[in-house]
């Protein structure tokens, strides 16, 4: 009986051990103070107040804006761009089921330019790009 009582213990300390290792990885993500480019258009009517689903409507954040993150929390993502204007992306989880907050900032940041030489966007025809940056298309 102590025996079986030894290896529940082992077992429960490893377990624990490993949910603390695979918590602290995601929270640990070393962004903040980084230059990172957004991948899509951020729509926004208040940069202060941006929801994470997204809507089209307002000014528009273009795609491969170079950003500074300041913070990534569970409640959100806040960023400054170049010209020193705050954002801050309020993450509504139950818009995004099953998408953690680090899941949508991959999904909207990168550490490098979309639009650059070979990136993703240069397969798209000059007219394709602009009107990708107007949210046209």
């Known amino acids: 009986m102590t025996e079986n009582r030894g290896y529940t213990c082992i077992l429960l300390a490893f377990v624990f051990s490993l949910l603390l290792f695979i918590s602290s990885a995601e929270a640990g993500r070393d962004v903040v103070g980084k230059a990172f480019y957004t991948t899509a258009n951020i729509w926004y009517e208040r940069p202060a107040k941006i929801y994470s689903t997204n809507y089209h409507k307002g000014a528009i954040l273009p795609v491969g804006t170079k950003v500074t ?9 806040s960023f400054v761009d170049n010209n020193g204007l705050d954002y801050r992306i309020v993450y509504v989880k139950r818009h995004h089921p ?13 550490e ?16 394709e790009q602009d009107n990708i940056k107007k949210g046209i298309i």
Request: glycine share 10%.
């Open 98 to 110: 099953n998408v953690s907050v680090w899941d949508y900032f991959d999904q909207y940041f990168s």
């Open 69 to 77: 993150i300041k913070k990534v929390g569970s409640r959100g993502i």
């Open 112 to 127: 490098k330019d979309p639009m650059r030489r070979g990136g993703p966007y240069k397969k798209f025809s000059k007219t």
